[in-house]
């Protein structure tokens, strides 16, 4: 399973993007789904999650900002990403978990929120 990860870049804060991650393989629709990032000096921390049913959870700093989302035809998995903040800066990384079985992890992509 490879997951590649899209959509990062400079933003300008109270921007937007939207990353998208485009699985190969065929686990997608069996997996959780998640967004995770890495600041630099911090520990990887969990964005947002959505399951196979498409219940979200979210981290409270991105609650109301952020919204995650999964296309299973398309093997891809998204995340909306409004009124960004410098504090959003960080690497982005997508990741697909079946809990007890499998858990692959994506490269990341650069979100910068500076002006």
């Known amino acids: 399973v490879q997951l590649q990860?899209?959509?990062?870049?400079?933003?300008?804060?109270?921007?937007?993007?939207?990353?998208?991650?485009?699985?190969?393989?065929?686990i997608f629709g069996m997996s959780v789904m998640g967004w995770y990032r890495q600041a630099p000096g911090k520990e990887r921390e969990l964005v947002a999650r959505i399951t196979t049913l498409s219940t979200t959870n979210y981290a409270d700093s991105v609650k109301g900002r952020f919204t995650i989302s999964r296309d299973n035809a398309k093997s891809?998995?998204?995340?909306?990403?409004?009124?960004?903040?410098p504090a959003d800066t960080a690497v982005y990384y997508c990741n697909a978990w079946r809990p007890g079985l499998t858990n692959y992890w994506g490269k990341g992509t650069q979100v910068t929120v500076s002006s």
Do not use: F, H, K
């Open 5 to 26: 990860a899209s959509g990062g870049g400079l933003v300008q804060p109270g921007g937007s993007l939207r990353l998208s991650c485009a699985a190969s393989g065929s």
């Open 76 to 85: 891809t998995l998204y995340l909306q990403m409004n009124t960004l903040v």
